[in-house]
């Protein structure tokens, strides 16, 4: 006996479900990398904006500097208070602060402050490469890994110090 031979609906039966595991799969990539540009894109605005705060007051805008300073939603007020210009006690410095930045961020506080999933980023003054301040995106996780073995949580953060 020889072998059946299969007719041309057999392998249309066999086709559909490759073809569409290759369109999920490709569909997804470019995704998945525009959200990282959305994440980076507003990771630039924020580093152009600490630039801006920099060259107006000499040094970089401060971070939450207590147990506090993980909690992404309060180091990103407190940023956004000093990018604003409402953290100075000098009036002329804070518009100072305030006209450089304005046109950076535009008026809402907190355009920027998120990635494009959705996450509050965090700022560290001085947690960057060569101690320069740092934005960084806990990814399409969610997770910074911050804590003791959180290595493999932070493999998908994206860092405005470093682009991979």
Known sequence: MGRQ???????ALLLIPVSLLLTFIVSRHPYGSSLKDETISNQDRLVAAIDAYCRAMSEAPPDVNDDASHVP????AFLMKHLFGQAATDANKAEEIARATREILGGDPTT?????????MIYFRDGGLGCKPVIISAGPDGEFGFARGGKEKRRDNIRSDTRE
């Open 73 to 76: 939603e309060r180091n990103m």
């Open 5 to 11: 031979k299969r007719v041309p609906w057999e392998w």
């Open 112 to 120: 920027y402050a998120r990635d494009a999933w959705g996450n509050t």
